[in-house]
């Protein structure tokens, strides 16, 4: 079994930053696929940015040149630093981790763009 923890959201003001963490434990896979989804009240659960255990990255085209995505092995953790946040980002967001054709999620964690 897999467990995945967030952290890091909360309340800031547009034009503001937050950094995300997720960790991953339990059977973790050397070759896995990391990714950040958020869903916003009345809106589907859409891809932000996921990141391969060899660093390969894609990001939903709202987000490129703010969010990043990063990993760190060792530590199964992935992180998505937000920069220039919008209001528009407003939502929950969920890290999920697929290995070996499974998809396993974490709980969510809010994050509020709001003046």
């Known amino acids: 079994q897999v467990q995945l923890v967030e952290s890091g959201g909360g309340l800031v003001q547009p034009g503001g930053s937050l950094r995300l963490s997720c960790e991953a434990s339990g059977r973790i896979f050397s070759s896995n696929l990391m990714g950040w989804h958020r869903q916003a009240p009345g809106k589907q659960r859409e891809l932000v940015a996921h990141?391969?255990?060899?660093?390969?990255?894609r990001y939903a085209d709202s987000v490129k040149g703010r969010f990043t995505i990063s990993r760190d092995n060792a530590k199964n953790t992935v992180y998505l630093q937000m920069n220039s946040l919008k209001p528009e980002d407003t939502a929950v967001y969920y890290c999920?981790?697929?290995?070996?054709?499974?998809?396993?999620w974490g709980q969510g964690t809010q994050v509020t763009v709001s003046s």
């Open positions: 999920n981790i697929v290995q070996i054709g499974r998809d396993y």
């Open positions: 990141i391969t255990s060899g660093g390969n990255t």
